[in-house]
């Protein structure tokens, strides 16, 4: 970049303490070049937030800065005046934070939100304010912007409420975007949209940008510089791609190799036309979570169950343990029929069966030891006799590398990694044949990901155990599973072979979710990609389905059958099944 | 949608009503009370004793009462569908008028103590919460925890004793004038209205004189939940993330602190509405106290004289009114909250 010597935002010495005198932030040198995106990454509690709030001369909480300087344009922000710091704060620097929908007032119209900022900082004011609100909200890609305006916030989804956000913060032409996990918690084909959009008005206006994540992903596909905290303290400042390389010699994920050797014999779980709606109070409507949903499993085979939030993958793995009664269609369990199993026989078979759910911190009771909470399955099973009880507990602890000491303690008191592993030792304290994961990893740290996952494979290889892998991370799914079921809006729009699906995907679906995808790598960007295969918008509602195909509505391949006719799952080839009537067509296009 | 939501409100709070109606009428005549007996005295002859019973109508099976009280009885009343509360046994006179009468006298005494104590409570709230810690905040926690360690009346006794007794600074409890000046011309009932419909200023400034120490009484002891809930709601409200961001964006600071009230006033709209409900009987006290003769009075002197149609009025007259105010807190909450779904 021509004008990059030009720093816009420094930080020199910078140090920020909490009330009990522990320092949150020591000594911190940065700074931020014109035109330039950097991202600021470390582990949770590094203190990366701190500092991005602590650029604005911000502090949340109990914090306070204590010493150092932020250099904004000659201008030292920490001595500068409340009303001096107004001036700056959103017209010069702007801040996009995570939880967007806690960020916005409840109780105004998010048009107004917009408009009432941009005046705040010199713009226009009225219906002419309400102009550019409408403007900034169609910029990021918001359909509709003109009914969006008067919506409250509460009637924004996720995706949405973070897009309200960025127009927000860029309706004043900040020279300083400053973005604090602004994708927390967002799927990944949105997220993708989203920083796509954030990357592209970037550098057409020249807004210099410090992005702060945790995802290895999203510093190679959209920084140019990265900064790494730890504790409190600046550990690297290097380029992407130096950081990058470096940490992908740290973890190296060997997927899953053997893949389809265990099909063999009768299927250990069976679904057939699994079908689950949910009424909607005070209406006749009902939301269809699942629909028409079949696959199979086989002993010692792991599948992953991928799709955007909404798409009915956790209502499958809650059928599956009969935590939720289905509408219609058969499950079956090493030959038994679960949808009729009542009384002993589903206690039997719930033995078998477990599940290990997406927030560990609500899967156990906070009141409980860790070692109550793993001796109430062994005494509801029988499963060892009580004077083992602790034998069995501690064997299972260490299949998933977590300390003995660990037991003593309460659920708060443990890392959210720590106690998912926990989470899945207590599942196999019944012997379980089969497990549901569902979203094991989305609440945790890219470390954290990385140990539960190899502590799955291992568990596959020592006990030959099955599982189900529910998640939206395809990173997961790629390294812990053998085969991969696609769900969209509650049908199975693809299933097939892990290196199948993520090398030749045929569903246009698949493809965007790929697509999506970030890969670890600064040579392959997604925003240097020309041909990328974007979905648009949202995940419709799942009360009024579309008529046809159910992606027509975001599908850039939709043809007019698309829009009328109903898509069955039909074979592509012996292992690889698809739902689109397009897909070979599709193909034909793409290889011309 | 609002009007929607109005309209089915009040049509519950119409089976509400009609349900308590019910339970009401048919409870007091379970009690194990003689009513004629209080009426005509213990010495009165059987003869005597069955004419009472005549005319009041406790001759009749209990079922036909109901049907008179909810019809009326032909010659004289219309009945509860036409309106009419019956006729009060111990003075003769219509309930309706009764309740006319004193129900303005409760209003104005709990009213004003509100004014007071939300013109009070609600600065203070604020000031605690924008200053956590300091001293008006552990001040007005300790104000909270020493106005609610006692009931209002026992205060009310206290105040006497200091303000009129021992520093002479207020009127004695003899009601809400001095005995020796005119009331002005019944209008609405509430004394200082209507004197300043009448333009004697003097007469409202005396009201208002003599209506100090029940107010201040009431207030003293209203205005702790109100600073605490208003406190509470402040602080978490500075707190929430939205008030962060406003910050960030660099939003002026009287923006953020309207954004903060209407965020903060929800909930306390809701906690002073239900003290209100609660006060119009419960300043029953109070008005004992300061001689007062509010609704509260009229309550206590029907139940002791087991006058069933004054009971019934009363008891009606408060449930639709609280009905009611519940309903204007629902309405409001709505139209400050686009969350609360109506």
Redesign the interface.
Known sequence: MADSQNTVLSAHGLSVEYADDSPTLADINIDLKAGEIVGLTGGSGSGKSTLAYALLALTRHSARITGGRVEFGNRDLLALSDIELEQIRGRDIALIVQNPRSALHPMYQVGQQISRVYQTHGGSRGAMAQQRAIEMLRLVGINDPERRADAFVHELSGGMAQRVLIALALSTNPKILIADEPTSGLDVTVQAQFLDTMWETSRKTGTAMMLVTQEPGILANYCDRVIELDAGRVIKDVSASEFVYGSILQSTDSPVSDQNACQVGEPLVMVEGLRKTFPLRGTKKVVQAVDDVSLSLFKGESVGLVGESGSGKSTVGRCLLKLLESDAGKITFDGQDLTDATGESLRQLRRRIQIVQQDPYDSFDPRWTIEQSLRDPIEIHNIVPIADAKTAIEDSLNRVSVELSTLARRPKDVSAGVLQRIAIARALLTKPDFLVLDEPTSMLAPQGRHIILDVLKQLRTDLDLSYLLISHDLTSVASACDRVVVMYLGQVVEVGPTSDIFSKPAHPYTKALIGAHLEESPQTRRVDKSDRLDLEGEIPSPIDLPVGCYLATRCLQAKGACHTERQELEKLNSHHDVRCMRASEIELDEAS | MIWRFTLRRLAVGFVQLSVLVIAVFFLIRLLPADPVARFIGMNASPEAYALAEQSLGLDLPVTSQFGIFLLGDGDEGDGLIGGDLGTSWVTGSSVNQEIRQFLPVTLELITLSFLVAVGLGVPIGVFGAVNPGGAADKGTLIYGLFAGSQPEFSWGIIFIFIFFVILGVAPGPLGRLSPLTDPPDFVTGAITIDALLAGRVDIFLEALWYLSLPILTLSFVLSGPIIKMVRENVAQTM????M??????????N?LAR?AL??AFAPALTLIGILFGFMIGGAVLIESIFSISGLGQYAIRSILAFDYPAIQGVVLTISALTLLIYLAIDVCQAL????VSV
């Open positions: 707190n929430a993330d939205f962060f961001y406003g910050q960030a964006a660099g939003l002026p600071r923006v954004d209407r965020a400050l909250d686009p969350r």
